[in-house]
């Protein structure tokens, strides 16, 4: 998780909501990505989505069986949808997202399969984001 967070800090720097994801494969990290949603003119460019893209095209495989996703924040509908769709083995999150989070549904939209750990860094990733948005308010 410590490596999502840094991806969220580039994020900030950016100026970029600040949310980063990290996969990891047989305890390798094979991909590192950060909201670019801005940067990229693009609402798909979750820090989630571009993490799912570079660790497909690492494995040559779609489908990320064996893989752990790391995400600062709890993922909105979008990104859960992803991941259902890559078959992800387990996605681990540090904080929930009160407004946009894919469990506001009501509905569980990820891979029956996939397992779920929440609360790791839950402070630090959760700081990040309140930040961010008070600065924007002001």
């Not at 996703?69 to 009160?98: F, H, N």
């Not at 929440?118 to 600065?135: N, P, V, Y």
Request: contains cysteine; aromatic residues 10%; proline residues 2%.
């Amino acid at each position: 998780m410590r490596e999502a967070y840094k991806q969220a800090q580039y994020a900030l720097e950016e100026g970029e909501i600040p949310i980063g994801a990290v996969v990891v494969c047989q305890n390798k990290i094979i991909a590192r990505a950060y909201n670019q949603t801005e940067k990229l003119n693009d609402v798909t460019a979750h820090a989630e989505m571009l993490a799912f893209t570079a660790a497909a095209n690492y494995l040559g495989n779609k489908y990320l069986h064996d893989c752990t996703l790391y995400v600062t924040v709890e993922p909105c509908v979008m990104c859960a949808g992803a991941s259902y769709w890559s078959q992800l083995k387990r996605i681990v999150y540090a904080t929930s997202d009160e407004k946009r989070g894919y469990r506001r549904t009501g509905v569980n939209l990820l891979h029956p399969k996939t397992e779920l750990v929440s609360g790791i860094l839950a402070h630090e990733c959760g700081q990040l984001m309140t930040d961010f948005f008070r600065a924007k308010r002001i």
